[in-house]
């Protein structure tokens, strides 16, 4: 308790904040300023706080109701459709994860291959009697560039 001379204190406006308050001197006026404050005793709503007339009801809305039946529709579609996309999404991301080491061995295996190939090449222009080999097997199809074809003079 504060020492002193305490005062009670009424709101000034119905918002009831704490910086606009005015000392209560006698009971008559806290009377008045109680029931004129709170008309609606019964609902417990004040004035201030009592509803208004919207343009958006839930009743209006309702009434149209062919309308709310194809937002209903249209939402089901839209959520059942998400589920199955997303049902598909984990089920790819869940078979690209169990394909993807083979998929880097087979790129190992290629690059293992084409090195092999290039060696191959290479040992072929030093030894050429391994020519008909990479012939029988497509993998060189000349073993020296033609030469070139003398052109005829004309006069």
Avoid at 39 to 67: C, I, V
Avoid at 104 to 125: F, G, V
Wanted: proline fraction near 7%; charge should be positive; glycine fraction near 4%.
């Amino acid at each position: 308790m504060v020492p002193g001379n305490t005062c009670v204190t009424l709101p000034i406006s119905s918002i009831g904040s704490s910086f606009a308050t005015r000392p209560i001197s006698d009971e008559k006026r806290i009377r008045r300023q109680l029931l004129t404050a709170r008309p609606n005793l019964g609902t417990g709503k004040t004035n201030w706080t009592s509803r208004g007339r919207s343009r958006y009801s839930s009743r209006a809305m309702m009434k149209n109701e062919s309308f709310a039946a194809f937002l209903v529709g249209t939402f089901s579609v839209c959520a059942f459709a998400g589920l199955v996309l997303s049902a598909n999404y984990f089920f790819s991301t869940r078979t690209l994860r169990r394909l993807q080491p083979q998929a880097i061995a087979c790129q190992a295996r290629l690059n293992i291959a084409q090195a092999l190939l290039n060696d191959t090449l290479e040992y072929s222009k030093r030894n050429p009697a391994i020519d008909p080999l990479l012939r029988s097997l497509n993998l060189k199809t000349n073993s020296a560039p033609a030469p070139a074809a003398p052109k005829p003079v004309t006069k």
